[in-house]
């Protein structure tokens, strides 16, 4: 880590309820990527920061991936692991998907009553097709009633063991139909504990920038709960420029962390009022990426899979760094821990933080497209009668009528 000057702290810490985030940075859900191996690589190197700069306490919120209300309330194998945390993770945080309130209802009250999670996310931002065409994630704001349901019976179920709420949402499904604002208001008398918002619409995918004007916007419209930030944060500068000029009380960053866990180091240290960043070299690195495969294989009780898992990590992880094609795809082929530790060996460890190289915009952009959405969905805010059986429908499944 550089030497840095430490100053007063940028922002008090993050209140989401009765929980106190010393350092107001939460981690984005991502598919596939933040399971308990990922967030405990995190939220170790967070925890760093956060000690460096004098603070106490939970560094940051790690939030779990997506799970799906359904399969939870069907008590799927793999969602029942996937919502699994370490002994370490406190406060432990899911965040559910889901496009009726009795499944969603359902699916809070067994994180609740059986003690699974202290904090509910609930996902209104994922643009993907599969989820849209449900109209779920991005998509389903724009039904305003249905949004209000879904939020306030998944808050009445938080609030039998007082664990907080909070939605994370787009500004809307393109820009002839947005809802961040009226979704922000809503959430807000729902009774959650913050709103978070992805500053692009589903129609913009991870295309393009990040509107941060619009969460300026929503900070300036949402004035009794925090507001936090997201799209674009690729460093703790990033971090620090959004606070400036949105005044929001913390960041959610996504993609900027991948293959780069130590972004909380500097997170933590750049709210903490620190200059301090690290800069690791291709050795730290390398070290940094095994011991992510054997978080993984430690998730999944499997060597293999835990290998396969960490391929999509390896470019992430060389990004800017001297490491022929021939390794690269070596190493994108890798399927065991000491294949693994062979290819890292011909890595040099001494090869410095390349700077700018390995900056900047990490994952898929993608470009913008067309959401699919269900039938008729933009015809009018309100649900429609077909829409209403399917959740009449949802409900008798869940209630077993």
Not at 273 to 280: K, N
Not at 320 to 334: C, Q, Y
Request: glycine fraction near 10%; proline fraction near 4%; aromatic fraction near 6%.
């Amino acid at each position: 880590m550089t030497a840095g000057v430490t100053a007063r702290p940028v922002l008090p810490p993050l209140r989401i309820g009765r929980h106190v985030i010393e350092s107001p940075v939460v981690l984005a859900p991502m598919a596939g990527i933040t399971n308990r191996a990922f967030r405990r690589l995190c939220r170790e190197y967070g925890n760093e920061g956060a000690a460096s700069g004098g603070a106490s306490g939970a560094s940051s919120l790690y939030v779990s991936e997506m799970i799906t209300t359904r399969a939870l309330v069907e008590r799927n194998a793999e969602t029942m692991r996937l919502i699994e945390h370490d002994p370490e993770e406190n406060p432990r945080s899911i965040q559910l998907y889901s496009v009726d309130p009795a499944t969603a209802r359902a699916a809070a009250r067994i994180l609740v009553q059986e003690d699974r999670a202290d904090h509910i996310d609930l996902n209104f931002g994922c643009p993907v097709p599969k989820v849209t065409r449900k109209g779920g994630g991005s998509a389903l704001p724009w039904k305003r009633d249905l949004f209000r349901a879904i939020v306030g019976a998944v808050v009445e179920e938080g609030a039998k063991r007082d664990i907080p709420v909070t939605v994370k949402m787009r500004k809307g499904i393109d820009d002839e139909h947005l809802t961040y604002l009226e979704a922000g208001l809503a959430a807000e008398e729902e009774g959650v504990a913050a709103v978070a918002l992805h500053g692009r619409t589903a129609a913009q995918a991870y295309s393009g920038t990040a509107d941060w004007s619009a969460i300026k916007l929503l900070k300036e419209t949402v004035t009794s709960i925090p507001v936090l930030g997201n799209g674009d944060i690729w460093s703790a500068e990033d971090a620090l420029r959004m606070v400036e000029e949105t005044g929001v009380d913390g960041v959610v960053v996504g993609r900027g962390c991948l293959g780069r866990p130590w972004l909380f180091t500097d997170l933590a240290a750049a709210f903490a009022g620190s200059s301090a960043r690290v800069t690791p070299t291709l050795g730290e690195v390398a070290d940094t990426l095994r011991t992510h495969t054997l978080y993984l294989t430690d998730f999944y009780g499997d060597e293999e899979r835990a290998c396969r898992d960490i391929r999509k990590h390896i470019a992430w992880y060389l990004k800017g760094f001297p490491a022929g094609s021939t390794l690269r795809n070596s190493l994108a082929l890798v399927d065991s821990i000491d294949s693994l530790d062979r290819l890292l060996a011909t890595l040099d460890r001494d090869a410095a933080w390349p700077g700018e190289a390995a900056e900047g915009q990490r994952g898929r952009a993608g470009s913008s497209r067309h959401v699919v959405l269900p039938e008729g969905w933009l015809d009018s805010r309100e649900l429609s009668e077909e829409h209403r059986r399917v959740i009449a429908e949802a409900e008798l499944s869940v209630s077993g009528g």
